[in-house]
């Protein structure tokens, strides 16, 4: 994990705890050299916290959790197999890691950054859905981006 800035470098946090850790997520894959998105909707009643493509060309999903009763409360997360070829955890060190299933992937975030502990296992999307994905993750991106610099000309537009 990155060290926390001095207060010459503050910055203003995101307000939630599942916030955090997929901010400080999100900085570790780009570090990876992977494209991370925060907030993805694969479809219809589901939302992963962070999904990422790889230099290669793999999906990640990262299943962000800031505590038990988090991880308890939301058995969604077998839904999002469906959408990566690599499926994680990521959680702070106050985290009580034996809840997590094995044969995924943990990951220890704050707000700052993250480290990579356990490489979850590959398990490959089929080419239609990959191809599916992609296209997704990019219309999501684009106008996203595409809303910083022209707020009202994607007004409505669920991005």
């Not at 001095?6 to 570790?28: C, F, H, N």
């Not at 925060?38 to 505590?67: A, M, T, Y």
């Not at 959680?91 to 094995?102: A, G, H, I, K, R």
Request: glycine fraction near 10%; include cysteine.
């Amino acid at each position: 994990m990155s060290q926390q800035p001095s207060d010459a470098q503050t910055e203003i946090l995101p307000a939630k705890p599942g916030q955090r850790l997929q901010r400080g997520v999100a900085r570790m894959l780009t570090g990876l050299g992977h494209a991370a998105l925060c907030e993805f909707v694969p479809v219809g009643g589901l939302r992963v916290d962070v999904i990422s493509i790889s230099p290669k060309g793999e999906i990640w999903v990262v299943e962000c959790k800031s505590c038990r009763a988090d991880f308890t409360g939301d058995r969604k997360w077998q839904g999002y197999l469906e959408f990566c070829d690599r499926f994680f955890w990521a959680v702070d060190t106050d985290f009580p890691d034996e809840l997590l299933p094995q044969g995924s992937g943990l990951i220890r975030a704050d707000s700052w950054g993250a480290e990579l502990l356990r490489m979850a296992p590959e398990s490959r999307l089929a080419a239609a859905r990959r191809s599916r994905l992609l296209r997704d993750i990019a219309r999501v991106s684009a106008g996203r981006l595409l809303s910083l610099t022209d707020p009202m000309g994607v007004s409505g537009a669920a991005f």
